[in-house]
């Protein structure tokens, strides 16, 4: 009877061991996707800025933030015939490609996508693509 006594106790204490586990990955999941739907939000609120400002820019082709809030685009013209100056980020993979990756995405035609957990890094990116736009001579 101990012996059995000690089984149950055992498979008790697993028991509790698991649910504990679960429950302590189900807080760290909900607390990764606020902070990564903060830092989206500080993402848009960055772009509308800056979408501000280069506003009647004769370089600037377009800066479009969807609606939804779901992506980003920024457009330059171009020196070369052909050649393209965008730059997308995205809310979720563009593709619905990694659904369990929570991250800000970035795609450059002709790159591989990027991902980032921290809004200062996407931001950083899409102000170092403005500013290298900038300051091509037209």
């Known amino acids: 009877m101990a012996a059995g006594k ?3 106790d055992l498979l008790d204490s697993t028991i509790s061991a698991i649910e504990s586990d679960r429950d302590g990955r189900a807080r760290q999941q909900a607390q990764a996707e ?3 739907a903060q830092a989206w939000q500080d993402v848009l609120d960055a772009a509308a800025a800056l979408r501000g400002k280069l506003r009647g820019k004769p370089q600037l082709r377009y800066f479009n933030i969807a609606r939804d809030g779901s992506q980003i685009a920024i457009s330059f013209h171009s020196q070369s ?3 393209s100056s965008l ?3 995205f809310r979720a993979h563009p593709e ?6 929570k991250a800000i995405w970035c795609r450059e035609p002709g790159q591989d996508d990027k991902r980032f957990q ?4 996407a931001v ?6 403005c500013a290298a736009n900038l300051t091509i001579p037209q």
């Open 6 to 8: 000690d089984v149950l």
């Open 34 to 36: 606020q902070n990564l």
């Open 81 to 83: 015939p052909g050649a």
């Open 87 to 89: 730059l997308m980020l």
């Open 96 to 101: 619905g490609k990694f659904p369990t990756t």
């Open 118 to 121: 921290q809004a200062d890094e």
């Open 124 to 129: 950083r990116k899409m102000v170092r693509h």
